[in-house]
Nanobody, 128 residues
Framework: QVQLVESGGGLVQAGGSLRLSCAASGGTFNSYAMGWFRQAPGKEREFVASISWSGGTTYYEDSVKGRFTISRDNGKNAVYLQMNSLKPEDTAVYYC?????????????????????WGQGTQVTVSS
């Protein structure tokens, strides 16, 4: 059983930056692909980014390409989401997820609940 705990959310002005962290415990972290998903108010959950177990392959949802960067530190059992040039439409609850398949497969998931494990989420609010 893997436990995932997100942190780093908060309130930021448009154009600003935030770095989300996800701490994992209870499993073999480097055997999982990791991903970030989000759910904006009144909208469906959506994929944001994923990263392979080695960190060598990443995928992004089109609207965040060039602004967000996913990374992982297998020595610290952590995955990160660096978010730059934030926009009001990035406002959402962000969820971390872990899956035994691949980062590419996570790209086609529409919800963190399709993954093997997921966290409780952290709120990101971008003001205009």
């Amino acid at each position: 059983q893997v436990q995932l705990v997100e942190s780093g959310g908060g309130l930021v002005q448009a154009g600003g930056s935030l770095r989300l962290s996800c701490a994992a415990s209870g499993g073999t972290f480097n055997s999982y692909a990791m991903g970030w998903f989000r759910q904006a108010p009144g909208k469906e959950r959506e994929f944001v980014a994923s990263i392979s177990w080695s960190g060598g392959t990443t995928y992004y949802e089109d609207s965040v390409k060039g602004r967000f960067t996913i990374s992982r530190d297998n020595g610290k059992n952590a995955v990160y989401l660096q978010m730059n040039s934030l926009k009001p439409e990035d406002t959402a609850v962000y969820y971390c997820a872990a899956d035994h398949t691949t980062a590419q497969r996570m790209k086609f998931m529409t919800s963190p609940y399709e993954s093997d494990y997921w966290g409780q989420g952290t709120q990101v609010t971008v003001s205009s």
